[in-house]
């Protein structure tokens, strides 16, 4: 960076304009904050309208499960009505179940006095929503280009050649953020060894407004209920989570025969998987940084942790974090104090650590829990299944907690 190079100021700057650095963005905006949100893509391309979905191969692989708390943040952010224009779908149950036993879980909204247990959105759609909301908002778009450097003291030098200055920079840059890295704040992260395959599927059966999800040794399966414009019930998005190995195998397989091994796997709840959109392959890693903050830099979403897809939490974690560090600064404005105020910071990250860490560690006990194929631990793990299912204030408690609402 050249000294004389002309400086931009901000309050805030937001790095990524993913689901979650967006909504930031547009929360902070309206709190009266001056924000740059910097995204690498060109805005046009995300704001860009989906084609209607008539085949599996119509819709993202990508989806989110977006719990209720996450819908109330977006409706608060007035984008939650543009998600429902889009394709989405609620889903009024849930069935979980152990592959290698008799353990059953179902859960349903109605128990809850809800009218859903969450709702299936496409990323692109989530993010779509929130660009159209940021257009008509004070946040000034910085899009297709991205962040070569940030310092403290220099602050954040585009590739373009502009340099940017805020009292407060947000890494919202994802799990490999550079921001995290550049600030020198230290992970704790481990290898899953394993693969979660994505895709979409057509079922012969509706998916009856349901989320399903099948454990195994080598990993969970589940099936989250997809609409399409014309409502037709046939589709589902898959989240396949496999050990490497075996999941290299399924993705060397042809179309027909991993339609084959799908449907065995989910046993043919559904019926029969008629349709296979393209496959995609993500590693799972497990990773979370020691510390949200550093002098003058928050984190939020996948740059402070990622979790195992199993529970479907990453996504509303994130909107957990957005939903802190939103309140946390609205108090900080109240009071007089800046946004970097290190007491303001403080609190952000002691509200969500520890709320995260919980989530983490439970969601690794889940997949210990049912990768261990001892016959105690499966007769104790499909004993506690079945007994948790006949307590319903018990589970519809461990439900609404998920859900982020009052049991």
Same mark, same amino acid.
């Given at each position: ?147 070569? =450097?940030?310092? #403290?003291?220099? !602050?954040?030098? @585009?590739?373009?050649? %502009? $340099?940017? /200055?805020?009292? +407060? ?95 065995? =796997?989910?046993? #043919?709840?559904? !019926?029969?998987? @008629?349709?296979?959109? %393209? $496959?995609? /392959?993500?590693? +799972? ?123």
């Amino acid at each position: 960076m050249t000294a004389d190079a002309p400086t931009q100021q901000f309050d805030i700057l937001v790095v990524g304009g993913g689901m979650i650095g967006s909504a930031l963005a547009l929360g902070l905006s309206r709190q009266g904050w001056q924000v740059g949100l910097i995204e690498g893509a060109p805005a046009a391309s995300l704001m860009a309208p989906a084609e209607p979905a008539s085949s599996v191969d119509d819709f993202e692989p990508r989806v989110s499960a977006i719990s209720l708390a996450s819908q109330r943040l977006l409706e608060e952010l007035g984008a939650w009505p543009k998600v429902q224009a889009s394709r989405h779908c609620g889903y009024r149950e849930m069935t979980v179940w152990d592959g290698d036993g008799t353990g059953r879980i179902h859960f349903d909204a109605a128990e809850l006095h809800a009218r859903s247990l969450g709702t299936i959105v496409e990323n692109r759609n989530i993010v779509r929503a929130l660009f159209e909301s940021l257009s008509d908002s004070s946040v000034q778009l910085l899009d297709g280009v991205r962040v070569k =450097a940030w310092s #403290r003291g220099q !602050g954040v030098e @585009l590739e373009d050649g %502009r $340099r940017l /200055a805020a009292r +407060l920079v947000v890494g919202a840059d994802g799990a490999l953020s550079r921001l995290r890295q550049w600030s020198g704040l230290a992970t704790r992260e481990w290898d899953y060894d394993q693969q979660a395959i994505v895709c979409t599927v057509r079922t012969s059966q509706n998916h009856r407004y349901t989320a399903w999800q099948r454990f195994s040794p080598t990993g969970p399966l589940a099936f989250l209920p997809l609409l399409n414009e014309a409502g037709d019930e046939h589709f589902c998005s898959i989240v396949w989570s496999q050990d490497t190995l075996e999941a290299r195998r399924l993705m060397a397989l042809g179309t027909e025969s991993f339609r084959k091994e799908l449907e065995a =796997a989910i046993e #043919r709840e559904l !019926g029969e998987v @008629l349709a296979v959109s %393209r $496959r995609f /392959a993500f590693p +799972l890693r497990q990773r979370h940084a020691k510390d949200y903050i550093a002098d003058g830099l928050a984190l939020v979403g996948d740059a402070a942790h990622t979790i195992h897809p199993l529970a479907g939490q990453g996504a509303n974690l994130g909107y957990g974090d957005v939903r802190a560090l939103l309140e946390e600064l609205e108090r900080a404005r109240e009071l007089g104090l800046a946004p970097d105020d290190a007491s303001v910071l403080a609190r952000y990250q002691r509200r969500r650590k520890g709320e995260n860490l919980t989530m983490m560690a439970a969601m690794e006990g889940f997949k210990q829990l049912f990768a261990r194929d001892e016959l105690p631990v499966r007769w104790l793990r499909n004993t506690g299944m079945r007994w948790l299912n006949q307590l319903a204030p018990l589970k519809n408690r461990i439900a609404a907690e998920a859900m982020g609402i009052d049991a």
